[in-house]
C-alpha cells in the first residue's frame, strides 16, 4: 500500500563540497565510489550489487550492519553529467513496496559544488524523518570521498 495522494512526505538536503562538480557526480555513479559513503555511518559496510547508470539503468546497494542487510534499489530516471540525477527508490524488505523519488542538483559555486538533495514519496513522517539521519550520515561520509 502506498500514500494516498496528498499524504507523502518530502525531505531536503542542502551541502557544499569543496571539491568539483565532477568529482561529486562521479561519487554518485561509480560502484567503488559508492561503496566508501553510501551508509549513514562506519559501522556498515556497502556493497554495490548492480549500478547501471544509465536511463532505464538499475541499482542495488546492499548496507551490512551488525544487525542485518539493508538492501536499496531503483531505477535512472534523469541523468545530466555532471548536473543532475533523478532516480526511484524502495526498500527491498518493505512490505508495501513504496516507489520513492530522490534527485540529485549539482552547481558550482565558491570554488566547490552545491548539492541540494530532494527525497519525495515519503509515506510519512517517520519514515522522512528516518531517511533524513540516514541521509545526513552518508553526506557526512561523501564528504570525506569527494574532498580528499
Not at 541540494?116 to 561520509?141: A, F, I, M, V
Request: proline fraction near 3%.
Amino acid at each position: 500500500m502506498s500514500a494516498q495522494p496528498g499524504s507523502e512526505f518530502s525531505l531536503t538536503l542542502e551541502r557544499h563540497f569543496n571539491a568539483d562538480r565532477e568529482a561529486v557526480f562521479r561519487a554518485w555513479t561509480d560502484a567503488t565510489a559508492l561503496a566508501q559513503w553510501f551508509a549513514p555511518s562506519n559501522e556498515f559496510r556497502v556493497v554495490v550489487h548492480e549500478l547501471d547508470v544509465c536511463v532505464g539503468g538499475k541499482y542495488r546497494i546492499a548496507m551490512h550492519e551488525d544487525d542485518g542487510i539493508h538492501v536499496v534499489y531503483g531505477e535512472y530516471l534523469h541523468i545530466d553529467a555532471p548536473h543532475s540525477l533523478v532516480f526511484t527508490w524502495a526498500w527491498e524488505h518493505d512490505e508495501d513496496a513504496v516507489q520513492m523519488l530522490v534527485t540529485i542538483r549539482l552547481t558550482e559555486a565558491n570554488g566547490g559544488t552545491d548539492m541540494k538533495l530532494l527525497h519525495e514519496r515519503l509515506p510519512s513522517e517517520t519514515s522522512r524523518n528516518l531517511h533524513s539521519e540516514g541521509w545526513t550520515g552518508c553526506l557526512d561520509r561523501l564528504v570525506g570521498v569527494v574532498e580528499q
